[in-house]
């Protein structure tokens, strides 16, 4: 008797006929199949870019984009064209889907011949159909010069001091000379002043100039933007935020972004230094990546053990960026080796298309970190997979200590191109040739928020991920417990929720210009904003309802996926589900907890609401603000103190 528990599978029967009616044909052409032919047993294979729906009973509808052909192919014959999710040979598929739906290994050729079949009606596609067409494809574009190196601070002197030192005298060792700018944020005047001082010492010791704006310089562009006819209280949130905010990041970023408007650059974050070591454990070729975060981690008990740089070479950080920023899918590729060195194992078939056509354009590119992990909480320990994971279960001595350290290294193994949400800025390239969303410029996370948001106005924009990792030394000390870390992965902070709400947002079809996208999602926005307070938080738990809910099937995916692993860490991961279950039936889980922390817990969502508003009103004025910035620019107004070199 069949086991219930396996996956249905095409099987022959004796006479040659398939159960499922699968077999030559594979399923029903609602139009002219291609009559172009392909080897099809040579080279690697993968699924195509389809649509797939299901319709009646056990069938799905198939829509290739590639062929532009419709074809209805029983669910199981659905099911192995989703399973070949890598490059592979038929073969090889066919033996890897007889280990994964436990059959006999006697059925390695029935698969095999359902194999070739999709793949010769183009539902499989090889890795030499992809760059078919590469030959006839001209020399990569130039790669972008990157001209200016920022770094945004506030309140932290020494430390914007070491950042500075080190990358200045990082960059001259390699004949680099770009403008070195700082946008300070800081309100105290005594502070700001030793800032000046700090960075006027700089220059007359290293030779450079560097340009810094703080509160009275954005005062300054801030007056220039409203001279030109912008709406003064948008300027003012873009710039400074809004009271009891007093975290605004996001504002000394879009400072940035205004200031070098039409121009790329590199940030880095004042507690970060150009100390540059290369990813622990290198790989071949370049990946594309579709999942959430193609990072992986390497755990550390201390400081010192992170940052040990024995791997470290000396690099130079502006090459390492240009090398893919402002490039397209297939540029990037094509200065990697081409085809040949593409791992696309977590790579989406619509990623793929993408490349096939020569589209998509890489808007972002960022290293790694050693030291500090950056985050708020260490949860993100124990919600990895693969290499990481294997790295913190190895033994439960080792696990008790690296659970929940704040000390990591974490990079990815080859140059990455990712379509996920993950993005953080402490070293980052911004092709600000283009017109990319603001920032939100209060609270933490605000880096999540961009990511979230350039995935939406650019359907082909991407980020490349570095396999370089540079140092991230906080002089204050950070710590997090068991405690916090559930506590931070149950409570929403304003960051989170506010993504949610952005992907809620879906656009209508057509082409759009970024700048009609960036309007209508802040359209969206300020509709929410314009809700009955009721109102509003009923869509914010029902957005969290659905988040509670993937999250929840993950941590379950996670334990059926690893059920070998050891027990301890099984326990931990049931106790973030549980936490998360009980956390999503109190009636004050959808309050952002970062803002219930300034004011009375009551005023925590209306504050919410209120921000949302006003980041909707700086979405739909953000291109004429950009577009202004330009101009200025143009006419030589730049709201810069310049600490020259003499």
Same mark, same amino acid.
């Given at each position: ?31 002219? $199949? ?46 192995? #064209? ?9 073969? *090889? ?5 007889? %280990? ?13 011949? &359902? ?96 340009? @810094? ?27 400074? +935020? =809004? ?41 071949? *070729? ?9 990072? &992986? ?17 000396? /690099? ?8 893919? #920023? ?25 990623? !793929? ?29 124990? =919600?990895?997979? +693969?290499?990481?994971?294997?790295? !913190?279960?190895? $033994? ?14 974490? /990079? ?8 996920? !949400?993950? #993005? ?5 390239? =911004? %092709? ?20 979230? /948001? ?21 002089? &204050?000390?950070?710590?997090? $417990? ?18 949610? !709400? ?20 802040? @359209? ?9 307070? /009721? ?11 659905? =988040?509670?809910?993937? &999250? ?23 106790? @973030? ?38 980041? *909707? ?18 006419? %030589? ?10």
């Amino acid at each position: 008797m069949q086991d219930q528990h396996k996956p249905e599978t095409p099987e022959r029967r004796e006479n040659g006929s398939s159960e499922t009616g699968c077999c030559e044909p594979v399923g029903r052409n609602t139009h002219q $199949s291609s009559s172009a032919k392909i080897d099809v047993d040579a080279g690697e294979f993968r699924i195509a870019h389809l649509d797939m729906v299901p319709v009646g009973l056990l069938q799905e509808l198939v829509y290739s984009h590639s062929s532009r052909e419709s074809r209805i192919l029983p669910a199981p014959m659905a099911d192995l #064209l989703k399973r070949c999710r890598s490059f592979d040979t038929l073969e *090889g598929h066919a033996e890897a889907l007889v %280990d994964e739906l436990m059959l006999d290994p006697d059925q390695v050729p029935t698969l095999l011949d &359902q194999l070739r079949s999709l793949a010769e009606q183009r539902l499989l596609v090889s890795r030499q159909e992809i760059g078919r067409n590469w030959a006839q494809i001209e020399d990569p574009a130039t790669p972008v010069e990157i001209e200016n190196v920022a770094m945004v601070t506030c309140d932290r002197v020494e430390s914007a001091r070491r950042c500075f030192d080190s990358t200045i005298r990082s960059l001259k060792e390699r004949g680099r000379t770009p403008r070195y700018l700082v946008f300070d944020d800081t309100r105290d005047r005594e502070t700001a002043y030793r800032y000046r001082e700090m960075l006027g010492e700089l220059t007359r010791a290293l030779g450079v100039p560097i340009s @810094y704006a703080g509160r009275e310089e954005k005062q300054r562009l801030a007056g220039w933007l409203t001279e030109a006819g912008l709406p003064a209280p948008v300027v003012q949130f873009a710039l400074f +935020g =809004l009271p009891p905010c007093q975290m605004t990041v996001g504002a000394n970023h879009n400072a940035e972004l205004l200031t070098l408007a039409g121009e790329p650059f590199i940030n880095m974050d004042d507690d970060t230094l150009c100390r540059i070591a290369k990813a622990p454990e290198r790989a071949d *070729g370049i990946e594309l990546f579709s999942r959430a975060d193609p990072t &992986q981690l390497w755990y550390y008990p201390d400081r010192q053990a992170a940052l040990a740089a024995e791997d470290g070479e000396p /690099t130079d950080v502006l090459a390492m960026h240009r090398r893919f #920023l402002g490039q397209s899918l297939r540029g990037c590729v094509q200065s990697c080796g081409g085809v040949a060195s593409l791992v696309a194992d977590q790579a989406s078939p619509r990623i !793929l298309a993408v490349l096939d056509r020569d589209g998509g354009k890489v808007l972002a590119t960022m290293t790694g970190l050693m030291g500090d992990s950056g985050m708020e909480v260490s949860s993100y320990n124990l =919600l990895r997979d +693969g290499a990481s994971l294997d790295r !913190l279960t190895r $033994s439960g001595a080792s696990y008790q200590r690296l659970a929940y350290t704040r000390e990591v290294r974490r /990079t990815v193994l080859r140059p990455t191109l990712s379509e996920g !949400l993950h #993005l953080m800025t402490p070293n980052i390239a =911004l %092709d600000n040739r283009l017109l990319l969303p603001p920032f939100f410029p209060v609270q933490r996370n605000q880096d999540g928020i961009f990511g979230a /948001t350039i995935r939406l106005l650019f359907p082909e924009g991407y980020v490349g991920f570095l396999p370089y990792m540079v140092a991230h030394e906080p002089l &204050q000390g950070r710590a997090s $417990s068991r405690k916090d870390n559930l506590i931070a992965f149950t409570r929403m902070r304003a960051a989170e929720i506010l993504i949610q !709400l952005i992907l809620a947002f879906e656009l209508p079809g057509g082409t759009w210009l970024t700048a009609e996208r960036t309007r209508a999602l802040g @359209y969206h926005l300020v509709d929410l904003g314009a809700l009955a307070p /009721t109102d509003f938080a009923d869509v914010v738990s029902k957005r969290l309802a659905r =988040l509670v809910a993937n &999250q929840v099937s993950m941590f379950d995916r996670m334990i059926e996926e690893n059920e070998d692993r050891p027990e301890f860490w099984i326990r931990d991961v049931e106790e @973030y589900r549980d936490t998360l279950l009980d956390a999503a039936i109190d009636p004050d889980y959808a309050l952002p907890r970062d803002l219930a922390a300034l004011v009375p817990p009551k005023q925590a969502l209306p504050l919410m609401q209120e921000l949302v508003r006003h980041y *909707g009103e700086l979405l739909i004025l953000w291109p004429d603000m950009v577009q202004t910035a330009r101009s200025l620019r143009a006419e %030589d107004r730049v709201p810069f103190t310049i600490l020259p070199a003499e």
